[in-house]
């Protein structure tokens, strides 16, 4: 399969990146191509919400000529779709949210009769990062990724959030073994 990671951290060596990196070797032990997109060092403008890609079903018509549009054309053409990021306020990092928020051009008919998806049947999962707890902090993050895998029509294929952690020195052998298992979720 191919699997594309959207890493939506400032950080190339912070604990998102530690944890993904376990997944990633776990992936190509797999036998599985791999692409990382470090999202921090491309250029992705936030949805204009002009509704130009509304007229095309059929690709992604977004009027932005930005990096998102070739980013979203990998994503359509992978199998495996990760989208991984630290908590920022209750919430993904602006790296990857101002993804997430272009990923609108590539559905038409949401709620409607006819409702069709680019990324429809491609099977998505999320990673997250934070220094608390899961309570309190990141159910919100999940209930919206839930939302947002049915509105791409994409499979939610697997979650994890490791919490409580500050660097990545003090990620345990225990986090390395829930990264694995996101990995193996993700393409079983």
Same mark, same amino acid.
């Given at each position: ?67 998102? &549009?070739?980013?979203?054309? *990998?994503? $359509? ?7 991984? !990021?630290?908590?920022?306020?209750? #919430? ?48 919100? &993050?999940?209930?919206?990724? *839930?939302? $947002? ?7 939610? !294929?697997?979650?994890?959030?490791? #919490? ?25």
């Amino acid at each position: 399969m191919q699997v594309t990671i959207l890493l939506g951290s400032a950080k190339k060596k912070g604990n998102t990146s530690t944890v993904l990196g376990w997944v990633e070797e776990e992936l190509k032990s797999l036998g599985h191509d791999v692409e990382r997109i470090y999202l921090n060092n491309k250029s992705i403008a936030g949805c204009l919400g002009c509704a130009k890609c509304r007229e095309k079903a059929d690709e992604i018509a977004c009027v932005q000529k930005d990096d998102a &549009l070739e980013i979203m054309g *990998k994503m $359509i053409s992978s199998d495996v779709v990760l989208y991984a !990021s630290p908590i920022y306020f209750w #919430g993904s990092s602006s790296q990857i949210k101002a993804l997430i928020d272009r990923c609108y051009s590539l559905v038409t008919n949401y709620h409607h009769p006819g409702h069709t998806s680019l990324m429809e049947g491609k099977r998505i999962g999320l990673l997250i990062t934070g220094a608390d707890a899961y309570e309190d902090n990141a159910e919100g &993050l999940f209930a919206a990724f *839930k939302r $947002i895998a049915d509105f791409l029509l994409a499979k939610n !294929s697997g979650e994890l959030y490791i #919490g409580e952690c500050s660097v990545p020195s003090e990620l345990s052998p225990a986090v390395k073994k829930k990264a694995l298992e996101l990995a193996q979720s993700l393409v079983s």
